[in-house]
């Protein structure tokens, strides 16, 4: 399964962004759609996700600000960023998990996926 992640660039404090993250594949389900960030020289930390009862959960820094969603039909996920602060600025990395699907010799197989995106730079400065 390839990520294709988009939307990341250069704002002012203030500002909004919207990432985007495409899956494909033979997909057949998707249990996790989340979002990472990795500042320089610090870890990465998750930043959103869908929780197993389809709630999200979001870093405390960023509660109220940014809002994660998916279109299931496209399999993609979405990141809106708002009021976005200098400590943003990162490289925003999606992350999904699922199922692939195969038909080996005649017979239907799944397959688990554990993908990452790309990554994509986000900078928020004045």
């Known amino acids: 399964v390839q990520l294709q992640a988009s939307g990341g660039g250069l704002v002012q404090p203030g500002g909004s962004l919207r990432l985007s993250c495409a899956a494909s594949g033979k997909i057949f389900s998707i249990n996790a759609m989340d979002w990472y960030r990795q500042a320089p020289g610090k870890q990465g930390e998750l930043v959103a996700t869908f929780t197993s009862g389809g709630n999200t959960n979001y870093l405390d820094s960023v509660k109220g600000r940014f809002t994660i969603s998916r279109d299931n039909a496209k399999n993609t996920v979405y990141l809106q960023m708002n009021s976005l602060k200098p400590e943003d600025t990162a490289v925003y990395y999606c992350?999904?998990?699922?199922?692939?699907?195969?038909?080996?010799?005649?017979?239907?197989?799944?397959?688990?996926?554990?993908?990452w995106g790309q990554g994509t730079q986000v900078t928020v400065s004045s």
């Open positions: 992350h999904v998990k699922g199922d692939v699907y195969e038909v080996v010799l005649g017979i239907f197989e799944l397959t688990a996926f554990d993908s």
